[in-house]
């Protein structure tokens, strides 16, 4: 059963105020994170590999007990009070969804089963997202229904993955790498849907990408971390204009666009908070 929140009208839907990770007592992942989410927005967390993308994503979803991780600072607030060290299945109930980069479906089970199985508890009367609903978003998945999910294709997985969550009917939705391995007229097509999402049912999203010009082209704020840090945030507008942004993160500088190895041996500046 979802828990009824307060109204979050007057402040962020999702903050995060100076948080701290550490895996293992000894290896600091993230240190210092501050962000918010604003209701019914589109918000991306960007950067390369290792940058802590996920570990702030699992931190919001309290999935730190059994990553063996702990948050020794640091405050996450949903609607306006603390999450901080809830229970998954608590987290959860508050309207709280997250599809990981890994693991997102029941191989072995059908596209049906995954479906009819990952509710929850929450009935069809209380979450304003049903199946027929899921079958109009992804007409796709309602095809292959008695598939074995195990056969999906990439994409096929990621929307399976992405409706499951939709059914326990969430007010915010964590959405780990959406584009990662995928081809680009299926990315396109669940950038559609996000909007979609965003547009009928008023969903928030928090998206982790590598690919900045998929974050920008669907998101209204972007959040750059580099080695656990925030280090750069804005509109797309704002990142799109910054000379450094767009020699690493886009590839085209100055001398219009450069090469992988380019990027690559790229030595930015560190213009960021100037």
Do not use: C
């Amino acid at each position: 059963m979802i828990e009824q929140v307060a109204s979050t009208s007057e402040g962020p839907l999702l903050e995060i105020i100076n948080l701290e990770v550490v895996y293992q007592r000894a290896i600091t992942a993230i240190q210092g994170v501050s962000l918010t989410v604003a209701p019914h927005s589109i918000t991306a967390l960007i950067g390369t590999n290792g940058a802590g993308k996920s570990t702030t994503l699992a931190a919001i979803a309290g999935f730190m007990r059994a990553d063996d991780a702990q948050i020794p600072q640091g405050d996450i607030r949903f609607a306006g009070r603390s999450i901080l060290g809830s229970r998954i299945y608590k987290i959860s109930g508050l309207g709280i969804g997250h599809v990981p980069e890994r693991d997102k479906i029941f191989r072995t089970m059908t596209v049906l089963e995954n479906l009819t199985t990952s509710d929850g508890g929450v009935s069809e009367a209380e979450s304003p997202i049903s199946l027929a609903d899921i079958w109009n978003l992804f007409p796709r998945l309602k095809e292959r229904s008695n598939s074995i999910s195990g056969y999906l294709s990439g994409g096929e997985r990621q929307m399976l993955a992405i409706s499951m969550a939709l059914l326990n009917g969430p007010r915010l939705m964590l959405i780990d790498e959406m584009s990662l391995g995928l081809a680009p007229i299926i990315v396109a097509q669940l950038q559609d849907i996000i909007r979609a999402l965003r547009r009928d049912f008023g969903i928030t999203f928090l998206v982790v990408e590598q690919n900045a010009s998929v974050a920008l082209d669907l998101a209204d704020y972007t959040y750059v971390m580099e080695n656990g840090r925030i280090v750069f945030d804005g509109t797309s507008a704002k990142l799109r204009a910054h000379e450094d942004f767009r020699d690493f993160y886009l590839g085209v500088g100055q001398a219009g666009d450069r090469s992988y190895q380019d990027v690559k041996q790229y030595r930015r500046k560190r213009r960021w908070f100037g």
